[in-house]
């Protein structure tokens, strides 16, 4: 059946990838971004995605955007992807307020701006998909991302509290933990670093954005109503929970 889902940071990297893999699958698709406007009309120009600018880290920017998503789309929205993530990286004992505060709004607070907003709708209805992405980091932790680790397992419990609060509804909320994706920002790793890491990925490789992509487009399909509450690992092998 043909939904209407809304991406956040849907127009770049992962975001991107869940973006085309939606549309693929038949739903009407509509990807927020933050700041980059070229990058977003040039996805939005390649692939007919519409797109919208807003802020996930701020709610009333959120409840706006919303609107405005579903505006375009014509259609209440039944899946939502939190997806926009940002890292300010630093050991703990050099990190200012301002890295912890940015990731912590951005990656963490942004799940409640764009969910509470939706939630109504899906509960009203009777439907929904909420899909949330964390990372490796925030399961096994990582020097230097206190921050990072800190939000993406708070996104770990969020999913598990909220599928618990909305199963009967018939409203999933699950969330995917990607490892080493190839997108703009491992590319930019240099050479040897990412040897390394490859080293240490069972499969020897590092993962895909359409890979993503597909996993997230199964989770908000009608056949994935019986998965609830799941953080599914997508990493290679580098980290087995
Ligand atoms: P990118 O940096 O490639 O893209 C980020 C997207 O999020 C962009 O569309 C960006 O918009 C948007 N964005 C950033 N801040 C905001 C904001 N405040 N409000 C709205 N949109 C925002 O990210 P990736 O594709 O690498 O990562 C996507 C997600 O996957 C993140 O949550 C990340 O933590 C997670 N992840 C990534 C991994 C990887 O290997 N890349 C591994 C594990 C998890 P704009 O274009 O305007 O800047």
């Known amino acids: 059946m043909k939904r209407t889902a809304i991406v956040t940071g849907g127009t770049r990297g992962i975001g991107a990838a869940i973006s085309l893999a939606l549309k693929s699958a038949g739903h009407t698709v509509v990807a927020n971004y933050a700041g980059n406007d070229d990058a977003a009309n040039a996805f939005s120009a390649e692939t007919g995605i519409a797109v919208v600018k807003f802020d996930v880290g701020d709610y009333n920017a959120c409840v706006a955007g919303l609107a405005a ?109 990607p490892g080493y994706i190839n997108t703009e920002m491992v590319a930019a790793v240099p050479e040897k670093v990412l040897e390394g890491i490859i080293a240490g990925i069972p499969v020897g490789r590092l993962g895909e954005a359409g890979e993503i992509g597909a996993l997230v487009a199964y989770l908000c399909g009608e056949d994935a109503g019986f998965i609830t509450g799941s953080t599914l690992t997508i990493n290679g092998g580098q980290y087995m929970v």
Not at 109 to 124: A, C, K, Q, V, Y
Not at 152 to 165: D, N, P, Y
Request: net charge positive; charged share 25%; with cysteine.
């Open 69 to 177: 998503a579903e505006d375009k789309a014509g259609a209440p929205a039944d899946i939502l992807v939190n997806n926009a993530g940002i890292t300010r990286d630093g050991m703990f004992h050099k990190m200012t307020p301002e890295q912890w505060r940015d990731v912590i709004r951005v990656d963490l607070d942004s799940l409640f701006n764009m969910t509470r907003p939706l939630i109504d709708g899906m509960r009203e209805r009777g439907w929904g998909r909420i899909v949330n992405i964390s990372s490796i980091n925030g399961q096994k932790g990582q020097m230097g991302q206190v921050n990072y680790s800190t939000a993406k397992a708070g996104v770990i419990g969020f999913t598990k509290a909220l599928a618990q609060e909305t199963a009967r509804k018939g409203i999933t909320v699950n969330c995917v933990t």
